[in-house]
């Protein structure tokens, strides 16, 4: 047994007690998901414009908090470089924020663009998994192939895919991810009885 061994089992013993005694955290927190990512399925518009509105605080603050940074730090290296970088922050949370309807039309070309990426990807991660002879290859071809039908529906169907893309896919997200945190809250619930 390595060394690691007696400090790995502690840590699994500490992770499954702290579930067992939280796990109706963990179902409340897949609830909520649950109910979220369906709404975000029924009215995807405005889950796509409240995921565009988050963004443009989340690159407001990080811009703001980077021109903080680089201010107290006027002498390290990069000092320009973080100078743009917490502007271009800024001026995009703004942009985001501002007119939130006008950002959904190039967050979906960028969403469109990661599914073009992540299929080609996924293909040819399943073709070097054939040429191995490992097993369940076919499903990561499957997942490829979905993530460019998907890109070439958005694409097709641009603008008007705009309004509800991104709201649809991070609704049926929050469902998967609400389901998954329910199904390991109950069985945590019956893990330690």
């Not at 369940?136 to 997942?143: D, E, H, K, Q």
């Amino acid at each position: 047994m390595s060394s690691n061994g007696p400090d790995i089992a502690k840590i699994q013993q500490a992770v499954e007690k702290s579930l067992h005694e939280h796990w109706g955290l963990f179902l409340a927190e897949g609830v909520v998901l649950l109910i979220l990512g369906a709404a975000a399925i029924l009215i995807p518009p405005l889950a796509s414009i409240a995921v565009t509105i988050i963004l443009g605080w989340v690159f407001l603050v990080s811009g703001v908090v980077g021109l903080f940074t680089t201010f107290r730090m006027q002498s390290a290296p990069g000092f320009w470089w973080a100078l743009i970088s917490g502007v271009l922050g800024i001026v995009v949370g703004i942009m985001l924020l501002v007119s939130p309807l006008r950002a959904l039309v190039p967050l979906t070309i960028m969403l469109v663009a990661f599914f073009i990426i992540e299929g080609i990807a996924s293909i040819m991660y399943a073709l070097e998994h054939k040429r191995e002879l490992s097993g369940r290859w076919g499903w990561m071809l499957v997942s490829g192939i979905v993530d460019l039908i998907l890109a070439a529906v958005i694409f097709a169907g641009l603008p008007g895919t705009a309004a509800w893309a991104i709201g649809l896919l991070v609704g049926i997200n929050m469902i998967f991810g609400g389901a998954a945190l329910i199904a390991m809250a109950l069985h945590a619930r019956h893990e330690g009885a």
